[in-house]
């Protein structure tokens, strides 16, 4: 059993800063990956952020140099710290691991904080 849990989410300015975080807990052997996913109303869910177990970090464009994303494999938890914000990054943020639970890989979801910037 796998559970990743989300917070951080609320109601802000454009221009403004919200700070995610996400705990994962569970039967997980390791952890491959972790990332952010968000999902606006009447979109696909897309890459926000991504780090993979080395570090390495990759960003979807339209938020590079405002999201930075920050994880403590070791610990499960992975952060997001969202500067600058715009009111087309309205959406429901999800954080992803990928994980060796049993003797599987697989991906992992949390239930959602909802990020809403106000213009």
């Known amino acids: 059993q796998v559970q990743l849990v989300e917070s951080g989410g609320g109601l802000v300015q454009a221009g403004g800063s919200l700070r995610l975080s996400c705990t994962a807990s569970?039967?997980?052997?390791?952890?491959?990956?972790m990332g952010w996913y968000r999902q606006a109303p009447g979109k696909q869910r897309e890459l926000v952020a991504h780090?993979?177990?080395?570090?390495?970090?990759n960003y979807a464009d339209s938020v590079k140099g405002r999201f930075t994303i920050s994880r403590d494999v070791a610990k499960g938890t992975v952060d997001l710290q969202m500067n600058s914000l715009k009111p087309e990054d309205t959406a429901v943020y999800y954080c992803?691991?990928?994980?060796?639970?049993?003797?599987?890989?697989?991906?992992?979801w949390g239930q959602g904080t909802q990020v809403t910037v106000s213009s």
């Open positions: 992803n691991i990928r994980a060796w639970v049993g003797r599987s890989v697989g991906d992992y």
């Open positions: 569970g039967t997980i052997f390791s952890i491959n990956a």
């Open positions: 780090s993979d177990s080395g570090g390495s970090t």
